[in-house]
């Protein structure tokens, strides 16, 4: 859905147009500090302590702005910048994850919020020394013959190479004295690929876990990243917590019928939800540019496809083709709509040439969201220069010739006899085995100006998608200086002449590290960050789609912290059509949605900024719920709507 030209013009211009049909805000974009202390955005303890400036400088973030939405509690949880990732709350108590920034602390904050205006933290569950929790915290009760009490699910996903990941299942009936019931379990392979896979006595990466109950049986829901665009969706019978088992597995390979009609054409399972609609157990799976896939699991033994949405031809700024990124989503209350969130750390549409050679022509390829843009680095908003292969750039030994592929990464001035005045130093790397954010410093550590990331064979569904690329998120914090990118396998491959391969370890089919590629150019463009996408579920027809103002202005671009929504929660009672937003440092976000599209009705963001990751909501009868959320550089905080419903 574009906007209409003015609208378009005022976004562009930074006047304040909201993306929503055209619509214009009538909500206040800046407080000053004495305004935020007398209207009691803030209080003056809290803004002033320099532990709770969430981007790094007291400027880095946006203004405070608080609307409808009262700030019930807070409880500082960390002193690690990203430290917190999801929030779920369950029986009195909110659970939430230490992530990777933690390692080799990963694990579940225990939080007693049975006063909600007094949190206190009443334990902490540990991941395991490699492993961290991410956005796989769920709570359940399960009651059968095997098993009665309450049941916490969480992820694993690998702080180094001796992560045991998978997923553990904790009982929780006495949340001050979690007990183990199953530790790292999931799918395991058979096969033992360096690199890639792991050793069979240790299970598949899991990036988020999902449980429900039938009757007196209790499933879960895994993302597998191993199998990441392939069959990705694993689901394992839980109803002994004890002694959980694999039951199926599907994915995009079992689904012909999927349409992938979004910029970049990256397919993969991120995230999940459940609901019993019309009596039949159905799984919302998010399938970043595929959209997301509803799955019929009455036997969840055997899972079947009901339908995928189709993206609009054009997003809110008129782009063809919309950025996709289906990550999270909920069905309201009677299930006739789904919210579903678009997260895009990248707010500039990149155009990624191979400039020289056999192969010469325009690919995919995109921006890093937390590199320095292009826009800003260089001149023109563009970099373009020479590429050098540089293997995966991780710390590990990925070839196993005892050295870390860190330092095996070329030094730039290695390199200045095939470089002119004013052209970028280009490093190239595969994806895989470390963060996105390892393998940019491992470049810029060499001096290199600029770091493309080569998508990695499961990354492209093993050649189904050989031009889809993902920029991921940064898990690590360094002070970054260089500007980074990535881009489809192929094209990876091309750029050295060298041909595709798709099995095998990723980089073991590339030429020697070293190797002098194409010239290439990103140029970039301004096309917001991540927003909101309504469906109507029963005829599933896209409905509409919002952002919030600062993700559509360009002057917003960088300098304001993360602007991508990330999380929504619909609220549970009935009749009560309202989203609650985790818009990361765009602060918690409330909307209505209906029949005549998605308004806004809520805002808070704190003087010192926000960086909010989770959303969970406690049900209070007919009551307005508590919204829990979770933000990233400090902990928990609590927040009650306040505005007409």
């Known amino acids: ?23 214009q805000s009538r909500e206040k974009d800046v407080l000053t500090r004495e305004e935020a202390l007398k209207d009691g955005v803030v209080d003056s303890g809290l803004a002033t302590t320099p532990d709770d400036d969430q981007h790094g400088e007291a400027d880095g973030h946006l203004p405070p702005r608080q609307k409808n939405i009262k700030l019930v509690s807070r409880l500082k949880l960390t002193d690690t910048p990203r430290g917190i990732a999801d929030v779920h709350y369950y029986k009195g108590y909110a659970y939430l994850a230490a992530w990777a920034p933690e390692c080799p602390n990963g694990g579940i904050h225990v939080v007693d919020v049975r006063n909600p205006r007094q949190p206190k933290k009443v334990g902490f569950i540990p ?17 059968n013959n095997m098993f009665e009490g309450d049941v916490l699910l969480v992820n694993h996903e690998a702080c180094d190479a001796e992560g045991k990941q998978g997923i553990s299942l904790w009982d929780i009936s006495n949340p001050k004295q979690p007990w183990p019931l199953a530790k790292h379990t999931g799918d395991f392979d058979t096969e033992i690929e360096p690199g890639v896979n792991r050793p069979d006595s240790v299970a598949h990466s899991v990036h988020s876990v999902l449980g429900w109950t039938a009757g007196r049986k209790a ?90 949405t189709n993206y609009p031809e054009t997003d809110l700024l008129g782009f063809s083709p919309p950025e996709g990124n289906g990550h999270q989503g909920e069905w309201s209350k009677n299930a006739k709509y789904w919210l579903g969130s678009d997260e895009d750390f990248a707010p500039f549409r990149s155009k990624f040439e191979v400039l020289t050679g056999a192969n010469a022509g325009e690919y995919a390829g995109a921006e890093f969201g937390w590199t320095v843009p292009i826009a800003i680095n260089f001149t023109e908003d563009k970099a373009e220069g020479t590429t050098v292969w540089g293997g995966s750039g991780c710390l590990e030994d990925t070839n196993g010739n005892g050295i870390s592929d860190r330092d095996e990464v070329p030094d730039a001035s290695d390199y200045d006899e095939f470089y002119e005045e004013g052209e970028e130093r280009i490093l190239v790397l595969s994806r895989g085995t470390c963060f996105f954010s390892i393998k940019v410093e491992s470049g810029q550590l060499k001096g290199w100006d600029m770091v493309i990331v080569g998508n990695s064979h499961g990354g492209s569904g ?29 094209a990876m491959h091309l750029i050295f002449n060298s041909a595709p391969a798709y099995v095998g370890p990723d980089g073991a089919d590339m030429p020697p590290i070293g190797t002098v590629g194409d010239d290439v150019r990103m140029t970039s463009e301004f096309d917001g960050w991540g927003y909101l996408n309504l469906y109507n579920y029963r005829t599933g027809r896209h409905k509409d789609a919002f952002a919030v103002k600062p993700a559509i202005r360009r002057d917003r671009a960088f300098g304001f912290g993360t602007l991508s929504i990330h999380e929504v929660a619909t609220d549970m009672r009935r009749g009560k059509n309202l989203g609650y937003i985790s818009w990361y440092a765009a602060g918690l976000q409330v ?11 809520g805002v808070y963001r704190h ?25 990233r550089d400090s902990g928990l905080w609590v927040f009650k709507y306040t505005g007409k419903e």
């Open 607 to 631: 003087a010192a900024g926000n960086d909010f990751w989770g959303v969970s909501l406690q049900k209070r009868g007919k009551n307005r719920p508590l919204i829990y959320m979770s933000d």
């Open 127 to 143: 991941s395991g020394a490699h492993d961290y929790v991410g956005e796989g915290v769920h709570a359940m009760h399960i009651k």
């Open 219 to 308: 499933f879960a829901v895994l993302v597998d990243n191993n199998e990441a665009g392939g069959r990705d969706v694993d689901i394992m019978d839980i109803s002994n917590p004890g002694r959980p088992r694999m039951i199926a597995e599907t994915g995009i390979d079992d689904w012909p019928e999927v349409t992938v009609d979004a910029n970049g054409e990256s397919v993969f399972h991120h995230d999940v939800w459940h609901k019993v609609i019309d009596g039949r157990h159905t799984l919302g799976v998010s399938y970043w540019d595929a959209g997301w896939v509803f799955l019929d699991v009455n036997d969840p033994s055997n899972p079947e496809f009901i339908y995928d």
């Open 591 to 601: 909307v209505k949605f209906g029949s005549d599209g998605i308004k806004p009705a």
């Open 1 to 23: 859905m574009a906007l209409a030209a003015t609208a378009l013009a005022a976004a562009l211009l930074g006047t304040g147009a909201v993306a929503n049909s055209g619509q």
């Open 462 to 490: 093993n050649g189904s998608f050989p031009d889809a690329y993902l920029c991921g998120s940064q898990g690590h914090d360094f002070d970054v200086t260089a500007s980074g990118g990535c881009t489809g396998h192929r």
